[in-house]
Nanobody
Framework: QVQLVESGGGLVQAGGSLRLSCAAS????????MGWFRQASGKERDFVLGISKSGWLTYYADSVKGRFTISRDNAKNTVYLQMNSLKPEDTGVYYCAAAATTTWPISKVGEYDYWGQGTQVTVSS
């Protein structure tokens, strides 16, 4: 098993930036594809972006291309989400997730095995 803890959320004005971190413990993070999802109030949890086990491959939702970047440091068992040019519609709880599958890319909630508790991101207009 792997335990995931997100951090770095907060309140930011539109156009601003935030960097989220996801620290993994338990099994080595490099055994898992990692992804970020977000869930706005009253809506379903949506895929944002993912990164492969090695870190060589990434996969982005169209809504964040050119604005968000995912990276990982397997030596630190940490995944990062750099969010730039934030918009009010980016508001939500951001979840880190880990997937043991070898399939790539993966973007569905059901394809991920482990989840963090989430961190709130609020973008004001």
């Amino acid at each position: 098993q792997v335990q995931l803890v997100e951090s770095g959320g907060g309140l930011v004005q539109a156009g601003g930036s935030l960097r989220l971190s996801c620290a993994a413990s338990g099994r080595t993070a490099s055994n898992y594809h990692m992804g970020w999802f977000r869930q706005a109030s009253g809506k379903e949890r949506d895929f944002v972006l993912g990164i492969s086990k090695s870190g060589w491959l990434t996969y982005y939702a169209d809504s964040v291309k050119g604005r968000f970047t995912i990276s990982r440091d397997n030596a630190k068992n940490t995944v990062y989400l750099q969010m730039n040019s934030l918009k009010p519609e980016d508001t939500g709880v951001y979840y880190c997730a880990a997937a043991a599958t070898t399939t790539w890319p993966i973007s569905k909630v059901g394809e991920y095995d482990y989840w963090g508790q989430g961190t709130q991101v609020t973008v004001s207009s």
